[in-house]
């Protein structure tokens, strides 16, 4: 073995550099980057050195691609379809799955559902390193979970873990959580950097080398990222995040990245005491179920994978006593609210120079897509005016820089999802309109430039 080397990396994003740096080069963050020991050995990914790139096999020679047999995965279901949903369809063989999310947000929770209904059919192995077997065990018995063929270790070496997974051959592996476990061949401490990042690291060698599914539970940090180590989401097949408000008792799973699917696919689930249940039709659980409309209020379609959501979005708007008013977002991206803003006075001869913007999406849900837009505005506009926008009206549309309303895809679908919930008004861009102006009941107002749509606003 040669001198161990070290590296630095980004806790933000996880580039890496050979010399420590005040600012990461690649996201910007400073003061971010830690100090990581790479072993020798670590040093070549294994995919490479199995492939013969350090010389010891055959040399790799360069193939036709349409002469190469794509590989089919297989997948198991989960047990449970939203999670198969957000997984692309269930848990590829071999995959490595990291679970993030605020400590008690049900990630242990979650996992053990799903890892006590694969067990009967896949020898299973749920390690612990937070609690004890005897929790872990009452926490089974208190959500009536089949134990069969699930079997338990509270060990946090990964050294020992993988002894005794190399000797008892489980199938699928849940690690909860990967900050609790460490490598004997690091100095470091315990849920250092370099411990949680090597530690995976051998988990997900493992995984490739063995064909053994893993689950790694990660706690985010408040700064967003699972322990500060945004490392770990480059060497896992897929990150899934398990968000939720903490006065709602619904959850939801996200594919942040996802090898063997699509990434912005949702899970939506239930808490109770029995346990995490699936909410297969989630369609209007992010409305704030007031009867009578509120000002600062509009409801949007938007679609997340492949479902359309009724999600209602909130605005306040107060004059500021700041020189430099506040524009907050939660659940939607800050610079896009900015932008909306910009777009609402240039366009829309609204003027909020003066004023704070809150703005939040209900449920605890984060809407990436820009048919959030429309809406936003015209929530915005509503709290402003202290007007409610008119009972069961929905929006959606995008919002472009110039003052008009693009078109978003699967228009139709979106109607249909609002006429089914018994909205009766929808204010959308021109071309996702039907010709007829209405739509199974449903009276549809097509608008091109934002001017047109803030006139149906109040
Ligand atoms: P837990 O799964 O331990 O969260 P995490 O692993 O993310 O830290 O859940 C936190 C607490 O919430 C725990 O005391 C169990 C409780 N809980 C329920 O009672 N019902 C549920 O459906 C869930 C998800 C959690
Ligand atoms: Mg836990």
Same mark, same amino acid.
């Given at each position: 073995?040669?001198?161990?080397?070290?590296?630095?990396?980004?806790?933000?994003?996880?580039?890496?550099?050979?010399?420590?740096?005040?600012?990461?080069?690649?996201?910007?963050?400073?003061?971010?980057?830690?100090?990581?020991?790479?072993?020798?050995?670590?040093?070549?990914?294994?995919?490479?050195?199995?492939?013969?790139?350090?010389g010891k096999l055959?040399?790799?020679?360069?193939?036709?691609?349409?002469?190469?047999?794509?590989?089919?995965?297989?997948?198991? &279901?989960?047990?449970?379809?939203?999670?198969?949903?957000?997984?692309?369809?269930?848990?590829?063989?071999?995959?490595?799955?990291?679970?993030?999310?605020?400590?008690?947000?049900?990630?242990?929770?979650?996992?053990?559902?799903?890892?006590?209904?694969?067990?009967?059919?896949?020898?299973?192995?749920?390690?612990?390193?937070?609690?004890?077997?005897?929790?872990?065990?009452?926490?089974?018995?208190?959500?009536?979970?089949?134990?069969?063929?699930?079997?338990?270790?509270?060990?946090?070496?990964?050294?020992?873990?993988?002894?005794?997974?190399?000797?008892?051959?489980?199938?699928?592996?849940?690690?909860?959580?990967?900050?609790?476990l460490w490598t004997?061949?690091?100095?470091?401490?315990?849920?250092?950097?370099?411990?949680?990042?090597?530690?995976?690291?051998?988990?997900?060698?493992?995984?490739?080398?063995?064909?053994?599914?893993?689950?790694?539970?990660?706690?985010?940090?408040?700064?967003?990222?699972?322990?500060?180590?945004?490392?770990?989401?480059? +060497?896992?097949?897929?990150?899934?995040?398990?968000?939720?408000?903490?006065?709602?008792?619904?959850?939801?799973?996200?594919?942040?990245?996802?090898?063997?699917?699509?990434?912005?696919?949702?899970?939506?689930?239930? +808490?109770?005491?029995?346990?995490?249940?699936?909410?297969p039709n989630p &369609?209007?659980?992010?409305?704030?179920?007031?009867?009578?409309?509120?000002?600062?209020?509009?409801? +949007?379609?938007?679609?997340?994978?492949?479902?359309?959501?009724?999600?209602?979005?909130?605005?306040?708007?107060?004059?500021?006593?700041?020189?430099?008013?506040?524009?907050?977002?939660?659940?939607?991206?800050?610079?896009?609210?900015? +932008?909306?803003?910009?777009?609402?006075?240039?366009?829309?001869?609204?003027?909020?120079?003066?004023?704070?913007?809150?703005?939040?999406?209900?449920?605890?849900?984060?809407?990436?897509?820009?048919?959030?837009?429309?809406?936003?505005?015209?929530?915005?506009? &509503?709290?402003?005016?202290?007007?409610?926008?008119?009972?069961?009206?929905?929006?959606?549309?995008?919002?472009?820089?110039?003052?008009?309303?693009?078109?978003?895809?699967?228009?139709?679908?979106?109607?249909?999802?609002?006429?089914?919930?018994?909205?009766?008004?929808?204010?959308?861009?021109?071309?996702?309109?039907?010709?007829?102006?209405?739509?199974?009941?449903?009276?549809?107002?097509?608008?091109?430039?934002?001017?047109?749509?803030?006139?149906?606003?109040?």
């Amino acid at each position: 073995m040669g001198k161990a080397k070290t590296a630095y990396v980004c806790g933000e994003c996880g580039a890496e550099y050979s010399k420590w740096q005040g600012q990461c080069g690649e996201c910007g963050a400073w003061n971010a980057l830690s100090q990581v020991v790479l072993e020798p050995a670590a040093a070549a990914p294994a995919a490479a050195r199995r492939s013969g790139w350090a010389g010891k096999l055959d040399a790799p020679k360069i193939t036709a691609l349409k002469d190469v047999r794509s590989s089919e995965e297989v997948r198991v &279901s989960t047990g449970i379809g939203e999670l198969d949903r957000v997984l692309g369809g269930g848990l590829v063989e071999g995959a490595v799955v990291l679970v993030g999310g605020d400590p008690g947000i049900g990630k242990s929770t979650l996992l053990l559902q799903a890892v006590a209904r694969m067990a009967a059919t896949l020898p299973s192995l749920y390690v612990t390193g937070e609690e004890s077997l005897a929790q872990v065990a009452g926490r089974a018995a208190r959500l009536d979970l089949p134990l069969d063929g699930l079997q338990a270790l509270a060990e946090t070496g990964v050294e020992a873990i993988l002894q005794h997974a190399a000797a008892a051959r489980p199938r699928l592996i849940v690690a909860d959580s990967v900050q609790t476990l460490w490598t004997e061949s690091l100095t470091a401490a315990p849920g250092s950097v370099s411990q949680v990042r090597e530690s995976a690291a051998r988990l997900v060698r493992y995984a490739k080398e063995t064909g053994t599914a893993v689950f790694l539970v990660g706690h985010v940090t408040k700064e967003g990222g699972i322990a500060g180590p945004r490392v770990l989401e480059h +060497m896992v097949d897929a990150v899934l995040y398990f968000e939720g408000e903490s006065g709602s008792r619904f959850r939801v799973l996200r594919a942040f990245k996802n090898r063997f699917g699509a990434v912005n696919e949702l899970g939506v689930f239930a +808490m109770g005491d029995k346990g995490l249940k699936e909410v297969p039709n989630p &369609s209007a659980i992010f409305l704030s179920g007031g009867s009578t409309p509120q000002p600062g209020s509009c409801v +949007m379609v938007t679609r997340e994978g492949t479902r359309p959501l009724l999600v209602e979005v909130q605005a306040l708007v107060d004059s500021s006593p700041l020189s430099n008013p506040r524009r907050v977002a939660v659940g939607l991206e800050q610079n896009r609210l900015a +932008m909306l803003l910009a777009v609402l006075h240039r366009h829309g001869g609204i003027v909020v120079g003066d004023q704070d913007v809150f703005v939040n999406v209900v449920g605890g849900i984060r809407v990436q897509e820009t048919a959030a837009d429309l809406p936003v505005l015209l929530a915005v506009l &509503s709290s402003l005016q202290d007007r409610p926008l008119p009972e069961k009206t929905v929006a959606f549309g995008e919002v472009g820089l110039s003052g008009e309303i693009r078109p978003v895809p699967n228009g139709e679908e979106r109607l249909r999802e609002a006429a089914t919930h018994g909205f009766r008004r929808a204010v959308v861009p021109k071309a996702n309109a039907p010709k007829s102006g209405s739509f199974k009941g449903l009276e549809v107002i097509a608008v091109e430039r934002l001017s047109q749509a803030l006139e149906h606003a109040g």
